[in-house]
């Protein structure tokens, strides 16, 4: 049996690879998808390899993080060093939906990550598990340019299924699903169709615009979230059957910048949490505030270095996809 949800206490993880990182060929679904909040062309990063400094030192974390991992006795397993990605293998958070006897690698909403699978699918080999590989056609009608500086027009039309793994957070059978410029509805529709009955998929909708869920809240345990104010502003945004959830509101991030010219993300990476168990997360080094609030709640907190976690559009949640927890 794989992991059910994000809390419970880990025991097998993959953390991704910053090698071979970088701005894809632009197309219409980069324009839609990663750059909607910026008006001007001229503002989109030039396509080719992240700086090798970015590489390098986002490498040097990663093996610190997993130094830290094998010592909480968890299994780390890593992306297929041959795959050369067209984007990255740093998050495969964005890939891979993993939920009990069941593995999606999803219809992913970038051109440029529809082969991302590659880097992932042997991991699984040894798990008796169903796997399902989704494919799509991402034709131009797929994507909306009225989206590009405009919030409330999203980037994916419904014509085909697609999303991104990240846009998901699970609570054991209760599936939480961010409709956003990274997943349509049509997509949650076919999550619903993948897990069957005993499994209900929740949808958020006008909540975040943009790229996946786990900047906006983090589940922490059963009945405990952790939210950010600036994207939940009453709990009547959230579904029903976390409403009456304890939520614990995000203190402001402390901004760690990024590499001039290079953003992927929001300081709000701060709450991009990785939950070893329901009293040990891991956190982005200068989150000190956070760890404040989460201390009052009988959650330790890992400090650890990823410096460049915002150039990248990726903290301890996104770089990690977690495969084997203690079953609840
Ligand atoms: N797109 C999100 C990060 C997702 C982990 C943000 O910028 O907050």
Redesign the pocket.
Known sequence: MLSRNEYSQLKTVIVGDATGAKIPVHDISLRCVNYADKPNDDQLPTSGLYPQQVIEESNEDIAKFIQFLEGESVQVLRPDPAHDPKYYTYCPRDTVFVHGDKVLFTPMALRARAEEFQAYIDLFKPFDVRKEVVLIDREDSLYNDKCIGDPNVLALNETENCFDA?NILRNNDDIYYLVSNSGNKKGAKYLQGFLGNNVKVHTLENVYS???L??TIAFLRDGLLLANPSRIKKKEQLPKSLQNWDIIWAPEPVEIGHYPGLCN??P??SI?LLSINEKLVVLEEHQHNLRQELEKHGIECAMLPLRHAVTL??CFH?ITTDVERQDV
């Open positions: 990240a943009y790229m996946h786990d900047s993300s929001s709000w990476l991009n559009g990726g996104c």
